[in-house]
């Protein structure tokens, strides 16, 4: 019974250690926790490594509650080689003294590390506020403001500084950890961005001066532009776009080409600077061509608004707009004239344009149009003047015919007859007829006008016309005097006396009317063959119905009238025997 005892009493001091090792180890252990918790949070280090990051406050690390944790993991690990140590379990303590021993061995390194992160955060950050100050205090954002609306770069320069600061504290970072893999790669590329940093700070350099002489020769294109007041001169005063601030752009952009191979060349961008060389080259050889057009096409400017003030003038003066504003329906010619001769001068200075810029591909096709423009231009001219004589004459010469036949009182003597009614004062019969002639002589000058113009196939349809219109107006007189006749005969059979002179005179009068009709018809050349069938078959209708009505209503008269005849007949053939 001793001896089962023994064993049991020897092993309750160290059980009641190792529960003593365990509460104090669990007590020192939630109180380094909490200890450590607390001095993380009154320093707010998740705030500040939050800020650093750049993470969203909802979702920033806890890495206060980390390494609380991780102090509370590690006491506890002491209080288990407490354990083991205490019931001599040497095979597990041994491992986890070396664990630990490699655990505090590293720690040092870590926290040497993280010192130099802090450092290298501390230094970054203030290089990063500086460069900042700086860069706003000249105004970087709001001079590129226009050019880089939605980017602040004074903010993307200081971040780049940052980040070259932790680069360049990136190997002493790996070295305190003895990452030697890492160490060797990140010291060539930091040593290759060493090497370069001259070359980036003659970018810079260049970069600044480019952009100066850029800015200046800008704002001194605008303002002498603006003083030239170019917008207005071209119409562009009420455009939403100036030409003298696009032309100062364009400027501005010429000097950064210029400045670019440099600026390639300090870059050592071999592969770019060969190609963009030969672009500034061209680009240099095409300048003075391209002044020699700009020269060509301010004369060209000055010229063609000289004609059309001049020639808009001289027909204002001329009151042509006055005399043809009945016919134009507010559309003034004198402006419309005036702005065909501003194209034509244009027209005129285009090959010249186009020969100084070498544009061979446009220069013959223009060519080719601006000769037969030239070509054409006295025919128009001619044609012109033409319609203008023709009008002229023709409007004399309709006064004259009104002016004869109503002096002749031929408007009296029709309305007289019936022809026209007493009502139509603005339209005599004398004014039409000057209407026509007006109208037949314009005819007769589109016609020739065609043929001058080379308008074949309006000629041919003027001439053909013109044919027409002349059957027509032939048709229309020989109809009128038709009318006329069936008129007369109609008064002079009813003043006549005679019986049924009415039925008479209306027979007679729809007599006339048909065969004048008819001829008429015939005249204007309207189904020849079809009014020639349809008056035959009429007229032999008449004679037809004339003679049944002769033959069925005088029988006893015509037979008596025969049988005087026979009598008459056998008298003079037998005249003995009387």
Avoid at 55 to 76: H, K
Avoid at 77 to 100: C, G, N, Q, R, S
Wanted: some cysteine; glycine content about 8%; charged content about 10%.
């Amino acid at each position: 019974m001793i001896d089962v005892i023994k064993p049991w009493g020897e092993l309750v001091p160290l059980i009641l250690g190792a529960l003593v090792i365990i509460i104090v180890g669990f007590i020192i252990a939630g109180t380094m926790k909490s200890l450590t918790l607390s001095l993380l949070s009154r320093i707010n280090l998740d705030g500040y490594i939050g800020k650093f990051s750049g993470c969203p406050a909802d979702r920033t690390p806890r890495v206060s509650l980390f390494l609380s944790s991780l102090i509370y993991y590690l006491v506890l690990l002491f209080v288990l080689m407490a354990l083991l140590e205490l019931f001599h379990l040497t095979m597990l303590v041994d491992p986890i003294k070396t664990l630990l021993g490699s655990i505090f061995v590293y720690s040092s390194r870590f926290f040497g590390a993280i010192v130099l992160v802090v450092i290298a955060w501390i230094i970054a950050k203030m290089l990063r506020m500086a460069v900042l100050g700086l860069l706003n205090a000249i105004g970087l954002d709001q001079k590129v403001a226009p050019r880089l609306p939605n980017i602040s770069l004074a903010k993307s320069l200081s971040d780049i500084v940052f980040g070259l600061v932790f680069l360049f504290f990136l190997p002493a970072i790996l070295d305190a950890l003895a990452l030697t893999g890492l160490l060797t790669p990140i010291n060539a590329l930091i040593t290759k961005i060493l090497a370069y940093l001259p070359n980036l700070a003659g970018v810079a350099l260049l970069g600044i001066v480019a952009w100066i002489v850029a800015e200046v020769l800008r704002k001194l294109t605008v303002a002498g532009l603006t003083a030239f007041s170019l917008d207005a001169r071209l119409g562009f005063a009420e455009s939403q776009v100036s030409l003298s601030q696009l032309l100062g752009n364009v400027v501005c952009g010429l000097v950064f080409l210029f400045f670019l191979p440099a600026i390639l060349d300090a870059l050592s961008l071999g592969g770019l600077l060969t190609p963009v060389n030969l672009m500034v080259g061209k680009l240099l050889a095409f300048l003075p061509n391209l002044a020699g057009a700009l020269l060509i096409i301010f004369i060209a400017w000055w010229v063609s608004r000289f004609v059309r003030s001049f020639s808009f003038a001289l027909l204002q003066a001329s009151g042509l707009d006055a005399k043809v504003v009945a016919y134009t329906k507010g559309i003034s010619l004198s402006k419309t004239i005036s702005d065909v001769l501003y194209a034509l001068v244009w027209l005129l200075f285009l090959p010249a344009v186009l020969d100084t810029l070498a544009l061979e591909g446009l220069l013959w096709p223009v060519n080719g149009m601006i000769g037969k423009i030239l070509e054409f231009l006295p025919n128009l001219f001619a044609a012109a003047l033409l319609i203008a004589i023709s009008y002229i004459c023709g409007r004399i010469l309709a006064q004259i015919v009104a002016g004869l036949l109503s002096g002749f009182g031929i408007d009296a003597f029709l309305e007289k007859q019936g022809c026209v009614s007493a009502a139509s004062k603005e339209y005599p019969p004398s004014r039409i007829v000057g209407m026509l002639v007006l109208f037949w002589v314009m005819l007769l000058a589109i016609m020739e006008t065609a043929q001058v113009l080379r308008f074949s196939l309006l000629a041919d349809l003027s001439a053909k016309f013109t044919v027409f219109a002349s059957q027509i107006l032939l048709g229309v007189i020989i109809f009128g005097l038709g009318v006329y006749l069936a008129n007369w005969a109609n008064r002079a059979i009813v003043s006549g006396g005679m019986v049924n002179a009415k039925l008479l005179a209306t027979a007679a009068r729809i007599a006339i009317l048909v065969l004048s009709a008819a001829m008429a018809l015939r005249e204007m050349g309207i189904a020849n063959d079809i009014i020639n069938l349809a008056f035959g078959l009429l007229l032999g209708a008449v004679a037809v119905a004339v003679a049944l009505a002769f033959g069925l209503g005088g029988r006893e008269a015509a037979g008596q009238q025969l049988a005087q005849w026979s009598e008459c007949l056998k008298s003079r053939e037998h005249p003995t025997n009387k």
